[in-house]
Nanobody
Framework: QVQLVESGGGLVQPGGSLRLSCAAS????????MSWYRQAPGKERELVAR????????NYADSVKDRFTISRDNAANTVYLQMNNLQPEDTAVYYC?????????WGQGTQVPVSS
């Protein structure tokens, strides 16, 4: 069955870094646009970054540009989110998403609290 399993979250101090991973299985990973979303307490889920199937096009939310980097390894069926200079406002549950035409899959999320 389809699975998206996020890992790499955890408590980090302001200014610190984390690398999130999302391992996919059960579908043709290379055919899907992959994205990272986040949802902060009391807020709606928002798009953080998106990468196309070949990695040729990447989009970031303005709030994370120049700090976060999305990448993918189609051979390993994995998408990554490198997060640098994390700030308290980055505190959220981070979700992996896979989308292709009408198919839309979500991971279970990984918590990233940013606090001193």
């Amino acid at each position: 069955q389809v699975q998206l399993v996020e890992s790499g979250g955890g408590l980090v101090q302001p200014g610190g870094s984390l690398r999130l991973s999302c391992a996919a299985s059960g579908f043709s990973f290379g055919s899907y646009v992959m994205s990272w979303y986040r949802q902060a307490p009391g807020k709606e889920r928002e798009l953080v970054a998106r990468i196309t199937q070949s990695g040729s096009r990447i989009n970031y939310a303005d709030s994370v540009k120049d700090r976060f980097t999305i990448s993918r390894d189609n051979a390993a069926n994995t998408v990554y989110l490198q997060m640098n200079n994390l700030q308290p406002e980055d505190t959220a549950v981070y979700y992996c998403n896979a989308a292709f035409i009408t198919n839309n899959y979500w991971g279970q999320g990984t918590q990233v609290p940013v606090s001193s």
